[in-house]
């Protein structure tokens, strides 16, 4: 259960029934066990569908079984220090995967790995997590969708060469020229390319080798639709002439 003021991040020890070592970890209350077994598997070396989770005192007494996966970590009384102990159900043995030179060395095909069922994308298509969670990416998709829409119609109101005013969060407010308008390679979604009045900008209206509009050094800039406002605005003094 969460509780207001409870760090978002808790450290605790990590022990298993294959490796004698312990290893101190940082990780997110709000991950499911689920996706913290997925985690674990670069820790102790065991499949995640193979795990059973106990959870320990930092004085080493037993808590209770973390067991439910679409639980969040933080709905249990973990504090930090704690001791999360992994006990393996694959049939591996102690030591099994502390030494390295009994590892066997190989390639698996991509093909071949979305076979098997004890990794951990067939966990994860299982307990339909992250991109095999079709619903969600269903929704992200129709968000990015939105909002795309929504800066191409606010684009598409700025006009080539308008006198502009940008107003970004969290910075003092700019004016210039518009130069650009449109999509971009360096990032997706539309942007408003913005030759200042004074040097104020990041570059010369070109972005990695590509360029899209004229101006002098630090006199450009890319923003989002939504903080340029298309107007009447005459040309500021800013003063940065006479500063040396």
């Known amino acids: 259960m969460s509780v207001t003021g409870t760090p978002a991040v808790v450290s605790v020890s990590i022990s298993s029934s294959l490796n004698s070592f312990r290893a101190l970890k940082r990780y997110a209350r709000g991950l499911t066990i689920a996706e913290f077994k997925c985690k674990l598997e670069l820790v102790v070396g065991s499949p995640a569908s193979c795990m059973e989770l106990e959870l320990y005192t930092p004085d080493d007494k037993f808590v209770m079984k973390l067991d439910r996966d679409e639980a969040l970590l933080g709905s249990y009384p973990i504090d930090g220090g704690c001791r999360i102990h992994v006990i393996d159900r694959s049939g591996a043995t102690l030591g099994e995967y502390e030494d390295v030179s009994r590892v066997e060395k190989f390639q698996i095909s991509d093909a071949e790995y979305d076979k098997r069922a004890d990794t951990a994308r067939s966990f994860m298509k299982r307990s339909k997590l992250g991109q095999y969670n079709q619903e969600e990416m269903t929704k992200k998709e129709a968000e990015l969708e939105q909002k795309l829409l929504e800066e191409k119609a606010l684009a598409e109101a700025v006009s080539?060469?308008?006198?502009?005013?940008?107003q970004a969060p969290g910075q003092p407010s700019k004016r210039g020229t518009v130069m650009y308008v449109g999509l971009t390679e360096?990032?997706?979604?539309?942007?408003?390319?913005?030759?200042?009045?004074?040097?104020?900008?990041?570059?010369?209206?070109?972005?990695?080798?590509?360029?899209?509009?004229?101006?002098?050094?630090?006199?450009?800039?890319?923003?989002?639709?939504?903080?340029?406002?298309?107007?009447?605005?005459?040309?500021?003094?800013?003063?940065?002439?006479?500063?040396?």
């Not at 080539?160 to 940008?166: H, N, T, Y």
């Open 160 to 166: 080539v060469g308008a006198r502009c005013e940008v």
């Open 186 to 244: 360096f990032k997706p979604g539309y942007w408003i390319g913005i030759k200042y009045d004074e040097p104020l900008g990041k570059h010369d209206g070109s972005i990695s080798g590509k360029r899209y509009f004229e101006c002098q050094p630090k006199y450009g800039a890319f923003v989002k639709p939504q903080y340029v406002t298309v107007g009447d605005f005459p040309e500021e003094d800013y003063g940065l002439d006479d500063e040396m």
